[in-house]
């Protein structure tokens, strides 16, 4: 008798097991899925919170160029992001912060540290996770606009090339004397656990911003002869 009550009060314990173990995974993935939805909340309002600061510094600018700088120099050691990255094939806009720590992540896309600044000549490295800011670019292609915002205006990039690399191939981040910018995530995108590869996309200033760049050097070399 004893031991068919031990049997049963052991089949009882391995039920109520399986729905402790069921219930903590709806609930790991009920979390997961609200801080993430409140993340991305918190990206969409520092993108407004950026754009609107960009209108105006724009308003104000011509009045007085120097308070415009002023402006922007206090924006960035605010708590705003460096800039956002727009790709309209993929209706992506993320704030872009600076580093790639969870914190920057978290929030949107972060510029590798030891890449040049956004807007600047050179190659720009832009990281985000492949489940979060950046799993839309699993659909980019070759040809695709890619803008950058940031808080001396706006650049365009146009796709020209993917590749899948090692997490140690930091080659594709070298630095370049032409104005290009590299986004990379993990890869694959729907893989479990942590990914063992890295989505690379090569962007380079598009040909009007590069004709409209070569302009204002030559109009800027004029001026100083």
């Known amino acids: 008798m004893l031991e068919m009550k031990g049997l049963h009060f052991i089949r ?4 109520w097991s399986s ?12 979390l997961s899925f609200t801080a993430m939805t409140l993340f991305q909340r918190s990206g969409q309002r520092s993108v407004e919170a950026f754009e609107q600061a960009q209108r105006s510094i724009g308003a104000g600018a011509d009045a007085d160029a120097s308070s415009a700088a002023a402006d922007r120099t206090a924006l ?3 708590d705003m992001p460096e800039g956002v990255l727009r790709i309209p094939s993929l209706d992506l806009r993320v704030p872009v912060y600076t580093g790639t720590d969870e914190i920057a992540l978290s929030r949107g896309a972060g510029r590798i540290d030891w890449t040049p600044p956004l807007g600047s000549d050179g190659n720009v490295g832009i990281a985000a996770h492949r489940d979060g800011a950046f799993a839309a670019l699993k659909s980019i292609a ?3 606009d890619i803008y ?7 650049l365009r990039y146009e796709v020209i090339a993917f590749e899948v690399v090692g ?3 930091v080659h594709v981040l070298d630095p370049a004397a032409e104005p290009r910018v590299t986004l990379v995530t993990c890869y694959p995108f729907d893989f479990v656990g942590a990914a063992p590869l890295r ?3 090569h962007a380079e200033l ?5 004709a409209a760049e070569l302009q204002a050097s030559s109009a800027g070399a004029q001026v100083r002869e």
């Open 12 to 15: 009882k314990l391995g039920v």
């Open 19 to 30: 729905w402790f173990l069921v219930v903590l995974g709806a609930v790991s993935v009920a």
């Open 76 to 78: 960035i050691a605010a």
């Open 142 to 144: 070759l040809g695709d």
């Open 148 to 154: 950058v915002d940031w808080h001396g205006g706006s």
């Open 167 to 169: 997490p140690g191939d």
């Open 199 to 201: 989505f690379i996309v």
């Open 206 to 210: 598009s040909v009007l911003d590069r």
